[in-house]
């Protein structure tokens, strides 16, 4: 996609309040809060953590004890929700190192123990299509860090460039739509993430990358099996990734319901009711993710960049607001529906702080950047999805920030990273005079 560039340092109206932003006031204001939130955390957030985990059990329980009997909505709404809440809070918060340092618990609930090291280790923690080591570096390093840039694997404009650019009619996109949103999981997110994993240890070996191959561009089962790609096979993609998850999670483990169903008379009546209902459960979850997680930064009204930024920097933390919308929030129970996503500006802000962290921050937030005259965009789930389904069609697109301010911005942040480093400097100096003349 080409990237515009500014012919006239004029602003859209929707930009105005660049003119009077008080970058370093906001800087200063967001790393303050952040290191509050950070050492507020504790025994409080680990008993919000377990029962968050005891809510996702209970649903994974009830869909278990009624796979078996029959087709219905409970089994499918329970293992649906387990699968979702297993994934977008427990693994989510956990592999960014939410409780790294509250958590008792060191050998499991950190971010280089959890779910990591084997397929035991990924049954027992988080099971699901992506490999966890995959998506820690899809997500937690790419996504994070190159929010709304080229560089974002999970930039949705740059994603379905291809659906957006298609000459065909809007309705005819939208008739393509339920397909997408119910097999988006292991259809595009499961490659993709194992694409970053395999393209980060090329970098770090430092293979280079095939003439004619760009880094950025999605990988999904349809470019594995009718272009591949150079960075894995089919055949390894399959045995280490999705093949587990689908044999294990879909066949062998309503296996014992075929002795249940054998002693209750009925056959293999209930080993199949069972595979039906994880079937169905896994369209449910996949639609359900794509609203919470899809939606969390794309509209018409989120910015996209040209550059990338220093982590933890003033530009970094406009770019998190700029770019990613809350959901409604409130009540433990509209947190746990949304995964905890509808928090989505405070938790790009600080990655690495626990769900009840980003649940007590964003009142506060919302206040300092309204303090600071900074969008800050809080809209229902669904009219979000709305807007992203605009992007994913081309029926809207993305704002550009201005070019003249965004380098600006970056300029200031290694002006204000060298203030810093020369303030460390001075401080160690005189530390060393005062032990001198002591």
Known sequence: MCVPKDSSPKLAQSDQWIKTFDFDGFTADMKKLGDELEKNQGDADVRHLNKMIMWSNMCGLVGLLTMG????IVPIVALSTFTFTRWTMIAHHT???GYDKCHPNKSRWNRFKFAVGGTWNRMCDWFDWMMPEAWNVEHNNRHHYCLSEIE???LVENNLVDMRNAPVPTFVKWMVLPLLVTTWKWFYYAPN?????KLAK???QGKKIPEGVVPSDAVTVRSLIFGGTPFYSFTEFFSIVIGPYLLIHFFLFPLPLLAVGEYMGTGH????SAVKNLFLAELLTNFHGFVAIVTNHAGDDM???REGCRPYSGSFYLRQVLASVDFWTGSDFNDFMHGYLNYQIEHHMWPSLSMLSYKR???LVKALCKKHGVPYVQENVFWRTKKTIDIMTGSASMRWFPEEYEKKFLERDAVMELEKKNKKTTLLSDKVMEAVLE
Not at 69 to 72: E, P
Not at 193 to 197: M, V
Not at 269 to 272: K, R, V
């Open 69 to 72: 009997f029959g087709v219905s």
């Open 95 to 97: 592999c960014h190192g």
């Open 361 to 363: 921050s964003q009142p």
């Open 269 to 272: 009546d209930m080993y199949i």
């Open 193 to 197: 993430t194992y694409k970053e994993l």
């Open 303 to 305: 910015y996209r960049f």
């Open 152 to 154: 974002d694997p999970d």
């Open 202 to 204: 090329w970098r770090k």
